[in-house]
C-alpha cells in the first residue's frame, strides 16, 4: 500500500515537471518568435532615428532605402496621399530613363514624380523634366542629377499616420521598446517561477 502511494506521488511529481517543461518551452517558443518578428523592426526605426540626428538636413535612410510619406495625390492611382514610399537611395553619377519614377527635392521639398523626358543642357549635363501621373502637365523645373534622392521602388498604402507616429518619443517607446521590454519578461519570468516552485516543492 505504502508503495502505491510512493508511486502515485512520483507520477504526480513527474506530470507536474513536464507541465513546467512543456509551459517553458511554450514561452520560449512564443519569446523567440516575437523577437524574431520585432528584431527588424527595433533595427529600422533604431537606424532610422539616429540617421536623422546625424544627417538632420535629408531624410533618414535604413540601408539604403528612405520612407517617405506622401502628402498629395499627384502620383495617383500608384499611390496616395498617406501612403509610405520607400525610395532607394542613388548617387550623382546615377543615369535614369523615360518611365522612371524618382524622388527628387527642391530646397527643402522632396517630390516623387515619373520622368517624361531626359535631355542636355547647354553644358552637357542630363537635366530630366518630371510629371505626376495624375496632373495633365509636366512639372516646371528641370531636375539635375545632384537633385535626385533615389527611385521609387514600392508603397505601403496609409502608413503614413503610422510612420509618423512611430517617429514621436510615445511611438519609440509604444512600438518599439515596450514589445522589447515584454518579450524579454518572457525570457526571465517563467524560468524564475519555475524555479521557485522547484525550491518550494
Known sequence: MESDQIMNSNDDYS????????FLSITNIIGIFLCALMLPEFI????????????????PSCFGYTPLIVETGSMS??????DVVLIKSSDDNASFNVGDIICYHIEDVYVTHRIIEVSK???????????????NTPDEDEIHPN???????????GMGKTL?????PTGMILCVMLPIFLVSLLFIVPPKIAARKKQNS
Not at 15 to 22: F, N, T, V, Y
Not at 121 to 135: F, K, M, P, V
Not at 164 to 168: K, M, V
Open 44 to 59: 529600422i526605426a533604431t537606424t532610422l532615428f539616429f540617421n536623422s540626428l546625424i544627417h538632420n538636413d535629408i531624410p
Open 77 to 82: 492611382p500608384l499611390f496616395d496621399e498617406d
Open 15 to 22: 506530470q507536474d515537471e513536464d507541465k513546467k517543461l512543456s
Open 121 to 135: 543642357d547647354e553644358s552637357g549635363e542630363t537635366i530630366y523634366t518630371t510629371q505626376g501621373d495624375a496632373n
Open 147 to 157: 537633385q535626385i534622392l533615389g527611385v521609387y521602388k514600392m508603397r505601403f498604402k
Open 164 to 168: 509618423l507616429f512611430i517617429q514621436t
